[in-house]
């Protein structure tokens, strides 16, 4: 039951049209439906201003072309992650606009740009090979309106490239690292700064790294407060959780 | 928002008293309210019969009467699982009927009992080790109204034990198996019956049992059909399981 | 030793064609033989009305074909999972009437479908991934006789779309509920209910679900009552168990 | 090497009393004291109005009250956590204003307490077990600065608490949601809000629980966007992040 | 059904005053009486001349003493595993003959010591602090009626300790090698004999010897031939397989 | 340094052409090599009327059939492992008589079979996809010089299947049993026998059976005593295993 | 900031030019900028005489092509390591003196090659199908100037191949062990020598291996002393060490 | 046969007491006792100057001191880890030398200190917690002989603590890196020298620290060169290995 229809519902019993009883009944059995256009005024404000976001591992370029077009309809925006060339080339063919970013292996579709909120999303990995998840979450953060910095290879077991950036890091609002192998660099990042740290471990590594498992529970042991951490691989849910830290300082920024 | 306020206030629109709009306002802001009401009689139907259950474990024994007090305000009977000999003493001075079942570590106070519903819950169990969980299952499913038939020490080493017990168990309406170590029983069981089992694994083992791991594992790769699984050493969500079920043998048998 | 076996036997001895004792030697060493023919009777009895079922996974179209053969000259039905559309073909030239089942990966023969009996089976399943493994667990349900109503992609994270259908699963006689990633979705649905859930843990998930072991502690820890489980993927499990519950509401229905 | 003494020796220089390469080579060599410094002043600036934290478990009473003197030396605030009652008197008696916060295992001693900030942490928990570690999360957010309100016992088998709260939680800057067992609480929470949720897995549970292994891998497989996890009972690390990610709310706000 | 019971029946029918027919349901009926007095001859036959065993872990003395009791009514030894010295005592009391073998934690009662067969069962272990686990697998071997040889500390961090047994290793008929840490001696040990060698990881070690875990992964990864494995610490396990083995040599060698 | 030298520096010790202290510095020196003939001996005896063994997994046809050669060079008979198709054919160049044992996915070359030993190595398996791995155990075991006898599709899911063979397996000198899954037969089948018994786990299975951990842990808990275990899908193993315990009681069967 | 401006900044001050104060503040911010040139001074000293290293797995040809070029731009000579045939064909086309290391998958551009030190790497390994890891040890501490010494399949299921290097063994000055299944060889080895060994898991293996975990667990619980232990698979790693524990021997030995 | 028996022999066999074919057959059967006197001269050479080693957890106070008393009849010095206040007692008693370690637990007897070596183990801990098992590697490698540094309480979260070092660390010939939570400590301090680096991961950490794993696969995944890993809290394990290591460039530092 959407606002109208609870509206006329009402209109009814004041005009005598429905005797309360009967509208008793009928808003008991609706009280779900009640919570349905709840829902989505909730969403609405929930996602106000962020584009709608498809998952595409194991779906068809069909089915997410078919799921795009649905979201675009009502969006000016959208994000896909863990997206192939082929069902990028797919959506180009119905969104002359998409496009991919590589290394993220992300489409997004930007009819009109969020404007850039006033924090900065720092993003930090530790070797060249973290760089796909890294840039998962650099692209969320991005295409949600964020201003994003990108510090690469800045891994622990050269830490001076770490500290030459410490001036720099101490700027950004929130900050999103991301590490395989031994997954140390957040513990020393949040060391360096006082902003919250969103750490994202990753499968990168060999032998007992376990498929990021190592660096996972590095992360969630990690000696430094003021770290969080999210799955592996997780780019995506590193980029949104900063994006809705970010707008918190954006928010109130006035 | 309960069902008299609702009431007024759509005689209050009704009447003229209430505008529509303000109305509407007020049961938009209320539609939890409404499903708050709704959660009690959904409560109520839920576990109509049924006693409200305390789990003992990490309270102290002057919390544990405090809740039994609530909970037999409203209730005839009440089940206690996890209970300390000291607890049990502790609501035995406040309510005399309570009784302990020791085997079980479980308590139950019943000033009225339910009457048997028709079929039977049968509790297997593989060794004399497996017995307190195989008891709480037992103490669950009793309270809650079925009529429960033990059958202990069957375990798969000496499978005449077993197979001696086949037209009894055909007789069941569900079957709640309880095991240790390779967690077997479950599997045999339900090649000799076409009824639902409830496989429960018990910690009771040693080396790699992994605290009832390796039965748990056993139990959920059973390669026999209609086999469901509870977490280790959980005899009560068992005999709740087996109670639901067995309840719909009953509900319809008239 | 089958029945006409025996008969004649005790027939011997009732005309002294066998002395007591010789028979009363060769009972014993015949005592198995007894059972294989009680086996007969029991997984007649128990399989009554059931289709024999196929896991394909690991065998040739080949193989497949020649169980099917042998089933269905005495069963007549066949439920074949996990199977391949090159081996459904090769069924199919078999048995012209075999159906595949493309979402639940499963394949039918039905020539004589069973009654519906009363109650419904319920199955509900969190996100569009999860889809194979609910519909192998419909297709199940459905071969063996139960009336399956199908929610899907109702998972927690929007709470509603659940809470919509609150009224419908409180119609349903057994729950089947199947989850990947963190399996939150049992435990909800078990608090709204009073009849059996049947939890799945799906494989769907990256970095730490571990193929769905994330899903699978999630389920066996559950906070609600009422839940048992199945392994991971285990759709045909689920519509199995959950028939035989069925089945205990119908077979005591009038 | 700190400020006055790096001054006097740049004068020096200037003075003629000290040579550019035995500056040079001194400055070379003392480069590290140059961070020295920083770090001081880094560590001034990261922990401004936070009061410094002892981990008391494996600390002796003794050992606890030198480090709490060396700490209020030079802070005005204390908070301790995982303090035992033995701990507690022994620094009340160096600390007449410690306090000591027994669900939550921590003490503190409040010497200025920080004026609070605009913004609402809200804390909630799946079931009475899991107090504990919501406390200790409330005493850091509360020691922090920030506006705490709990909202205790919310568990998903009884989803209509939570709905019920739909409003209030939408108010709050930053939610820690705490949950053991099958740790579903946060995935719901998330779907309903728009803001930072940190899940806290606890170890309550048994069984396959693992000792909140379940919960935690539930939580870092949430199916819901917006989520960070921090490690098994790990309160004070929940509310120390929720600290930061509140105070980017109030630094922003004017 | 026991025998005397069925030969009646098989007379009855014989004399006429049982109907052929009639008997024909009563023995279907009872198929599994049969099996019955079956799993007493063939349990009988099974154990012939070993000694029942009880494992004491998690019984109260007095259990063990009432199982003692109900043991040596019809067998002339007896062998309980993992038994206190409190147990000891209260069935040393029963049965004076009763024996504490304090390093096995075993207790004997021998009233007729079996008769020793021609082979031999080496016991070999790694360390000193394996000698529970092995002297558990010695007090059983040797009750069981087998000769053994024990030879303790030989770990193959001193290989030449093992080397020089050499060649008495090669008269054993079967070798049970106990080892913790890295479990590696089965693997030597199997490379230097022709003989089956059972392979018991024990829990000695700490670290990330996962309580044996680690031992029992070398020895089922054995790289020499020839070597079964048993559960960890399970001394009693080898002790009785080694047995069964060595009476194969024994049962032939005439 | 081989025998011949050995006696030759005696002889020049005893002919006064060496003097004994240069002796002696040879022998301390050289007494690795003394071993090293002995080695040879040793082996000799080891291995005696057994096949060399190739494992082909990881090895290009070219080099299995290198290996073949020498080892054929000075043996009667080859077995070769996880033989592929291809890899036969290589060696079938090579030598016209291997044979290729499909199901086993072993090859064999026997220029002159051994004489089969008296006793009877039985072999299980629980489901018919459990039969390569028991396929391996049979070929092993056969060309080692063993009476093989096979059991299949014999799983406790239908129990009376395995019961009915009870006669049979009460035979037999020494059981493999092979099963996946649940891994619940070795338990039941050495509850019926007083012979050795060697579980093999199979990696059959789906979801938590963990590629045969699930069935391992079951068999290394088993409740039934005289099993022991070797590694998952390690028929090999078991046959040789089989094959050193049927020999002892050949060895002495005269 | 490098030494010359870091020089000039020194003299202007002391020149006049640059006031104490500017200096000052100008050497504060600067302060990472010193550690920099410290760490570019550190990093030289590091690595001096060793050749780069680039890890190939997951980067194009093209990509490790530019990475050599940039290295082989200021350095002598270069290693690198899981390096397909593709990308040694790649960087040959570059690098005509590339060399492919085909058993170790690892590439050299040897331009210049380092003076071997005086002691010796001794690189083990238990079975063949070891020896690519063991090559990458080779190939590494090759590279970077040690002598090495190979010794293959010197596996513990035949000790006595083992011992008979035992003399050989005690001249080395590091040891590398490599070994997959029970990983049992470094714990022998150790105890033969008095230097101190590296030991390296591999993967081989099968069932409960575990990819290498079995023999990490047993190499980290090795009952020997004097075993330190890097990654599955490592081999790269463990040469490095090797490498500077040698140069350790190397540099002190004049 | 030790060296005089063999140099008898020799002597008779010059003399002709002995002819040379039977002191063959003796050599051949008496091969390991040669071994034997060698594995003395070995272990002699082995432990040359090094104090034999008790680990006493899991020995009585009366066992330990009677090994100490076989070992100091032929040696200067020992110790003891794993050892308690009471088992110090009791050695003192019979040694009154005997000195307790505290921190590290381990308790020595020096009755003639072994010479300092040249170079240095500097031994780094990440925190206080750490420190127990930081002391015993010290104790360790000071009891061998070794020159100890102590940098403790450096963890990463406060990374300019442990650079304000890196001149010190930069003099040690061999680093011991301990370090539980994260376990990143020794990954930074192996980029920050060029020498042998060895990791202990300690059990210090909750949640999922795991005991220790979390710390061990970061360290057995460390992204620097020159790492190696011993097994968790074995801090005696690493000391031993860099005395042996440090040894290296004393042995040859003339």
Redesign the interface.
């Known amino acids: 039951m959407n606002?109208p229809k609870?509206?006329k519902l009402?209109?009814d019993?004041?005009g005598?049209r429905v005797?309360?009883?009967r509208?008793?009944k009928q808003?008991?059995?609706l009280?779900?439906?009640?919570?349905?256009f709840?829902?989505v005024d909730?969403?609405r404000?929930?996602?106000?201003g962020f584009p709608e976001?498809i998952y595409c591992?194991?779906k068809t370029p069909a089915q997410v072309v078919k799921i795009a077009q649905a979201i675009l309809r009502h969006n000016d925006n959208l994000l896909a992650t863990r997206c192939s060339k082929e069902t990028f080339r797919a959506v180009k063919r119905a969104f002359p606009k998409a496009k991919y970013h590589e290394a993220a292996r992300a489409l997004t579709v930007v009819h009109k740009p969020l404007p850039k909120r006033?924090?900065t999303v720092a993003v930090l990995c530790?070797?060249?090979?973290d760089i796909p998840v890294a840039e998962e979450a650099v692209v969320t953060a991005d295409i949600m309106g964020n201003r994003v910095k990108k510090y690469y290879d800045v891994?622990?077991?050269?830490?001076?490239?770490l500290?030459?950036l410490?001036?720099e890091l101490?700027d950004a609002?929130?900050l999103i690292v991301v590490a395989?192998?031994?997954?140390?660099l957040p513990?020393?990042v949040?060391?360096?700064?006082?902003?919250?740290v969103?750490a994202v471990?990753t499968?990168?590594?060999?032998?007992?790294?376990?498929g990021?498992?190592?660096?996972?529970?590095?992360?969630?042991?990690?000696?430094?407060?003021?770290?969080?951490?999210?799955?592996?691989?997780?780019g995506?849910?590193?980029g949104?959780?900063a994006s809705?830290?970010?707008s918190?300082?954006?928010?109130?920024?006035h």
């Open positions: 606002e609870l509206r009402l209109h019993v004041h005598g005797p309360a009883d509208a008793l808003l008991k059995s009280a779900i439906h009640d919570l349905d709840a829902r909730g969403h404000s929930l996602r106000k976001v591992e194991g006033g924090g530790a070797g060249t090979t891994g622990v077991a050269g830490i001076h490239r500290l030459s410490n001036e101490l609002t929130v395989g192998m031994e997954g140390a513990s020393v949040a060391g360096l700064v006082d902003k919250p969103i471990p499968s990168v590594g060999y032998g007992a790294s376990f990021g498992i190592a660096a996972l529970l590095a992360m969630l042991n990690s000696c430094a407060s003021g770290v969080t951490v999210v799955n592996i691989n997780n995506f849910g590193a949104y959780a809705l830290i970010n918190l300082a954006t928010v109130n920024s």
